[in-house]
């Protein structure tokens, strides 16, 4: 500690480009914080989703293929299968086009199927005897203020047999999601599927996938087999699997999520890397008389190689510090504003972890030749300037 | 008695395939409390025995007994804990650190001592009143003339309380008026404080100050236009 005076008056020995180059590290970590924190929601999203008695099928090449509806009595059909529902995705908007609303149309008994989802009697009722009814989330219906009772028009991608693409729905619930790791799905908004089927103008009778509760999950890659077998070689074959299996799936896509930030992080940090090196590279250069005076008082070329790595570890620090804690304020803000239907983790512990150990690492990184420079500089030498 | 003893001392660098004799067998005997002027004409190697007195390089060959200790055979890592605590070291260009107020610059060999922050900063202060600059310690070198800078080098040189001063040229830099001060405050040093001192100088004024001159010529000791063995 007692040589932290000297390092910090080295460090803003030039000040406008030692406060240049804390901006850079700062930009670097408040990215590392943002991206991370989006990656660390897709990485724990899955956590704790239960339905570990429910199958889903879907198309067999992609998600969102379309099925014929009347796989739902040939499913039921199939042992150990106790109840099947359908439901269909499209995307809407309110008032403006950036207000996205996601559209999810369920069969009449699609509901019973989740009974962890809340959702007050009267509500359901309403919502199963409404054709045009719809359940909004919390979080939607907080977003855009709406309220029971309320017509919500929604400009959708939908296209209705008279040509318009707006749908208007009537707000008769709001449902709840208490599961942390699905509050995001409060962001939906639920409608009958039949109202869909009818105003549609094209896929006619058709749903995105299944949901399908079986006597047990032990028995699931019998039923899924049979379930799959069902539609084999025709233009519709399908994937069933359970609902954790589903979720597992989007999560590995989710990892990609890593890959990507990963990626740019590799890219922001090499750059950061290369940035700094550069910039402790010439203050020591600068600063060879200094070093050689040092070592002429009595410090030892360990200390002076020390005293060179301390300063390079210091700014990375210094600008970690303020770029992780200008992104934890940054997400809470979006938190606060936006709700959980965004993707992001709040820039906790872990995250600060990771960052302070990246920029220990980096700092020692771009030290260490400067360093070594320092710590081989011959007094006589450098005190003649060779 | 004799501080510091010198015998045979040869230094030769090599520089690619050039090679050059910088000291050839010099002795050399210095007392405690005695202060030293070393003069001779540029390349007589007055700053490459400085710098070996000082422990800052190596002899090719010879010994160097400091106190009773032989430098000549310490290692870097040692050599740099020796120079800490016996030399005090004055250069013609001040050397100090820009970015450090004058208090700082001369609490910087008090680093490598176990005192505390408050006590080194006693003791910096303490050096400081006593090179008449108490008044200066928060300024940084840039705010100071070249004789206050010099001043508080000298301050910095004898924080550590060393038994040797030496100084490479301390007025070379300065005017006449600031070289009588520095050179009077060296004196005093070695007079009051028994600091033994030697000082490379090209000036036969300053070398006055000191109790007695060596000369150097081509790296061998001379006195009187004749070479010592």
Redesign the interface.
């Known amino acids: 500690m ?2 932290l ?2 390092i910090w ?2 460090l ?2 030039r000040k406008p480009r030692t406060v240049f180059t804390l901006l850079s590290v700062l930009a670097a970590f408040l990215l590392f914080g943002l991206l991370d924190s989006v990656r660390s929601a897709f990485m724990h999203a899955g956590e704790g989703i239960p339905g570990a008695d429910r199958l889903v099928t879907n198309g067999k090449i992609r998600f969102g293929l379309p099925l014929p509806r009347s796989l739902q009595a040939d499913i039921e059909g199939v042992p150990g299968v106790v109840k099947a529902s359908y439901g269909s995705f499209f995307r809407g908007t309110y008032r403006d086009p950036k207000n996205a609303v996601p559209i999810e149309a369920y069969e009449e008994h699609y509901l019973d199927l989740y009974p962890e989802w809340f959702i007050a009697a009267d509500h359901r009722e309403a919502f199963r005897k409404t054709r045009t009814g719809a359940l909004a989330g919390e979080i939607l219906a907080k977003k855009y203020n709406w309220k029971v009772g309320d017509r919500i028009p929604l400009q959708t991608n939908m296209t209705q047999m008279d040509g318009s693409d707006t749908w208007t729905f009537d707000l008769v619930g709001i449902y709840r999601i208490d599961n942390p790791n699905l509050k995001m799905m409060e962001g939906i908004l639920y409608m009958n599927w039949e109202y869909l089927d009818e105003g549609r103008q094209s896929g006619k009778g058709t749903v995105e996938w299944f949901t399908i509760q079986v006597v047990s999950l032990k028995q699931a890659d019998p039923i899924s087999r049979a379930i799959d077998a069902i539609s084999a070689n025709s233009d519709h074959e399908t994937k069933t699997q359970s609902e954790m299996a589903l979720y597992a799936e989007w999560f590995r896509r989710f990892a990609d999520v890593g890959l990507i930030v990963g990626s740019i992080m590799g890219a922001v940090f090499f750059t950061l890397v290369l940035l700094t090196g550069n910039v402790m590279a010439q203050a020591v250069r600068e600063r060879i ?2 070093m050689a ?11 002076v190689m020390g005293l060179v790595l301390g300063e390079s570890i210091l700014l990375l620090l210094l600008g970690a510090v303020l770029g992780l804690a200008l992104a934890t304020a940054a997400v809470a803000g979006v938190r606060l504003r936006l709700g959980p239907t965004v993707p992001m983790s709040p820039v906790a512990g872990t995250i600060w972890l990771r960052g302070l150990i990246l920029a220990s690492i980096i700092g020692l990184s771009v030290g260490a030749m400067p360093a070594l420079r320092g710590m081989r500089l011959r ?2 030498d450098a ?1 003649s300037g060779r | 008695m004799n501080l510091i003893e010198i015998r045979n001392l040869s230094k030769v660098y090599e520089r690619g395939v050039q090679r050059v004799e910088a000291l050839h067998h010099v002795n050399l005997d210095i007392t405690k409390d005695d202060f030293v002027a070393l003069m001779g004409p540029s390349g007589s190697g007055k700053t490459t025995l400085l710098n070996l007195i000082g422990g800052l390089d190596s002899p090719t060959d010879g010994s160097i007994t400091i106190n009773g200790s032989r430098i000549d055979r310490l290692g870097e890592s040692a050599l740099a804990k020796w120079r800490a605590s016996n030399v005090g070291f004055v250069f013609q260009f001040y050397n100090l650190l820009p970015m450090l107020s004058a208090q700082k610059n001369v609490e910087l060999p008090l680093l490598l001592t176990n005192l505390s922050s408050a006590h080194r900063k006693r003791n910096a202060g303490i050096a400081l009143e006593l090179v008449g600059l108490g008044d200066r310690a928060a300024h940084k070198p840039g705010e100071l003339s070249g004789g206050q800078q010099q001043r508080v080098a000298i301050a910095r040189a004898i924080v550590s309380d060393p038994a040797i001063l030496v100084c490479d040229e301390p007025t070379g830099d300065l005017d006449r008026q600031s070289a009588v001060d520095v050179l009077t405050l060296l004196q005093q040093l070695n007079r009051n404080h028994g600091k033994t001192i030697i000082m490379v100088t090209h000036d036969p004024k300053a070398a006055e100050y000191a109790n007695h001159t060596v000369h150097l010529d081509k790296g061998s000791l001379v006195e009187a236009g004749e070479v010592l063995a």
Not at chain 1, 293 to 303: Q, V
């Open positions: 007692k040589y005076p000297l008056a080295a803003f020995r008389s200094e005076i040092l070592k002429t008082i009595g410090f030892t070329a360990r200390n007094i006589v005190l």
